[in-house]
């Protein structure tokens, strides 16, 4: 993905054409400051910054932390940007719950992808805890598996097989998701970094509390001690 948006990055270039550069979570690490910046940090901020350099270059943030790198790395300046509040979402497929019943047993949701920038390893610790302490729950993951890192690989498929309460619904089509939601009642995403996630955003429209990692994009979200 990343050696596509390059080259189409030189290819508008050439052809002098208006370039719009929408930020949906860049997160923290990959602008964090490094002893020895890896290539493909160092070409992220080259890019940018000769974006900025031409007058047709647009960038568009989800939220104020990405903004704020960008600011600070002077990528931007202060005329070719706009904050944005995340994208929309279909509230007549994710509409809110008309009945609200006490909850007997938590039963969580992950939606994502299953990978190590989702925050999957420290959400695995902790329902490891949970199990520990003998923790009444049930845990529905639904998304991709991320089949190059065999260690998160074989931890999830461990975990998942060896506990009844733990589930894994695989690949959901975005057009039956909704019915993913309706079978939870708490949502979580501990991601590191988020552009605004759409998954947060339609479990608030369904009504459900949010258990969200304090990342740019996610703390957007939340109001502490109301959803």
Known sequence: LFKKNFAKF??????????????????????????????????????????????NSFFIFQNKDDFN???????????????ICGNGIDETRFQLKTTH???KMPIFLF????EKAKGIIELLHAIEELLLEEYPFEFIFAGKLDNEDRFILNYFERLVSNNDNLSYKGIIQHSDIHEIYSEANILVLPSHGEG?????????SMGMPLILSNAGGCKELIKNDEN
């Open 196 to 204: 605004l996630p759409a998954t947060g955003v339609e479990g608030l």
């Open 69 to 83: 790198i960008f600011k600070n790395y002077k990528i931007i300046n202060n005329e070719n940007y706009k904050v």
């Open 10 to 55: 030189f290819s508008q270039s050439i052809k002098n054409k208006k370039s719009f550069f929408v930020i949906t979570g860049m997160g923290q690490k990959l602008f964090q400051e490094k002893r020895f910046p890896d290539i493909k940090t160092m070409m992220c901020k080259y890019v940018f910054k000769l974006g900025n350099l031409r007058q």
């Open 111 to 114: 939606c994502g992808r299953i």
């Open 101 to 103: 019943q006490p909850i």
